[in-house]
Nanobody
Framework: QVQLVEAGGRLVQAGDSLRLSCAAS????????MGWFRQAPGKEREFVAV????????VEADSVKGRFVISRDNAKNTVYLEMNSLKPEDTAIYYC????????????????????WGQGTQVTVSS
């Protein structure tokens, strides 16, 4: 069974920090690159960050670079998104996603490239 379950979203104030987690089933996690995406009201889903299976490489969107950190715990089948210095424009539903790529060195950043998705968790940042 493939399952991704996000948690941790809530209402915070600008400047606050928040950590999201995504617990995955083995089929969705083992050997997979894990990504975070977000979708704000009226906007398309956008890439936030991705981490490779071996936890040796990450890519972050320019809009969150220096503020957000993606990490994973392969013993717990869980990926995290540490969000610092939150801004109102970070308000969105945050989704966890996973994919096993043919070339493990390739890190996808497009939502079309990810296969498994969670239901999302709402993050609201007030000014």
């Amino acid at each position: 069974q493939v399952q991704l379950v996000e948690a941790g979203g809530r209402l915070v104030q600008a400047g606050d920090s928040l950590r999201l987690s995504c617990a995955a089933s083995e089929r969705a996690f083992i050997g997979a690159h894990m990504g975070w995406f977000r979708q704000a009201p009226g906007k398309e889903r956008e890439f936030v960050a991705v981490i490779n299976w071996s936890d040796t490489d990450t890519v972050e969107a320019d809009s969150v670079k220096g503020r957000f950190v993606i990490s994973r715990d392969n013993a717990k089948n869980t990926v995290y998104l540490e969000m610092n210095s939150l801004k109102p424009e970070d308000t969105a539903i945050y989704y966890c996603a996973s994919v096993i790529t043919e070339d493990p060195r390739y890190l996808p950043t497009s939502s079309d490239e990810f296969v498994n998705w969670g239901q999302g968790t709402q993050v609201t940042v007030s000014s």
